[in-house]
């Protein structure tokens, strides 16, 4: 998922993603925990409540927690059936997950990891997942079995979402946000990859995986220069701060609108909110 795309929800709500293939002969190392979620930004925060997909990230996330509390690991299932590729052990393994290796589902990681685990060790991670998965996460009034109704669809928030779609539009080229691009950038230069952001690396690595209606390649030129380009551009993301100013840049925008709109906002999560 092209990055500049996805920076709304990904940075702001979530981690950034990578698409998954179906084959199952390689998994994650069990020692390469899921990533943490940053705190959602202010905007985000009022749509998340009227976004019946947040139910189960949430879920899934409590879980996490509750498991880490009790000393162990458990990978969450994401509700689009991703997986972060937003660390260096992944990116030096599948780079941006265009490579014909594949990537397990969040169920087969936790069932790797549960194998490395002794026999006393592995009943009571089952007792723990039984005790974290069960647990309620929300109040049951709160559950929701179908979808709440598309928002965007509503005519007495036409006005908001109109506002809201050229909202992304400009945000995505404010100078807030090119300005950790330009960082990034100049890192990445010196690491020898003539690339402007991490959308184009990622597009440029997609260009050479998934070209025509080939897509994962064998080609072990190609995998090694995905990853060499994955590695790097994670790299440069930690030392320049990139996540850190992107995320901060995206907020303050966020902030931005919602100032604006809170009155409309806050009359969107009344009327649809889960």
């Keep these: 998922m092209p990055h500049r795309t ?17 084959s199952t002969t390689q998994t994650l190392p069990p020692a390469v925990p899921p990533v943490e979620l940053p705190a959602p930004g202010p905007l985000t925060a009022y749509l998340q409540q009227v976004d019946a997909r947040s139910v189960a990230r949430i879920t899934e996330d409590r879980t996490r927690a509750c498991v880490a509390d009790a000393g162990f690991l458990y990978w969450p299932d994401d509700p689009h059936n ?30 790797a990891y549960a194998e490395t685990l002794s026999p ?11 005790g974290c998965a069960t647990a309620p996460v929300l109040e049951p009034a709160q559950y929701v079995e179908e979808p709440a109704q598309d928002w965007a669809s509503d005519p007495q928030f036409a006005g908001l979402h109109a506002d809201y779609e050229q909202w992304i539009v400009a945000a ?35 260009a050479a995986t998934r070209g025509g209606n080939v897509l994962f390649t064998d080609d072990p030129e190609v995998q090694e220069a995905e990853i060499a380009l994955a590695v790097a551009d994670l790299t440069c ?22 100032d604006a709109h809170r009155d409309q906002l806050e009359a969107l999560v009344a009327t649809h909110g889960l």
Excluded at 6 to 22: N, S, V
Excluded at 86 to 103: K, M, Q
Excluded at 237 to 258: I, K, M, N, P
């Design 120 to 130: 006393q060790d592995h009943e009571r991670y089952a007792a723990v997942l039984d």
């Design 6 to 22: 996805a920076l709304l929800w990904a940075l702001a709500a979530g981690t950034l993603l990578a698409g998954c293939a179906e």
């Design 82 to 111: 991703e997986i972060s590729q937003d660390t260096l052990p992944f990116a030096r393994a599948w780079g941006y997950g265009g490579l014909s290796l594949s990537v397990p589902t969040a169920a087969e990681q936790n069932a």
């Design 172 to 206: 995505v080229d404010d100078p807030r946000v090119h300005a950790a691009d330009a960082a990034w950038s100049a890192c990445m230069s010196e690491a020898g990859h003539d690339v402007a952001s991490p959308d184009e690396a990622e597009q440029q690595a997609s």
């Design 237 to 258: 993301r930690d030392s320049t701060g990139y996540t850190e100013s992107t995320r901060a840049a995206w907020h303050t925008l966020q902030q931005e609108f919602v």
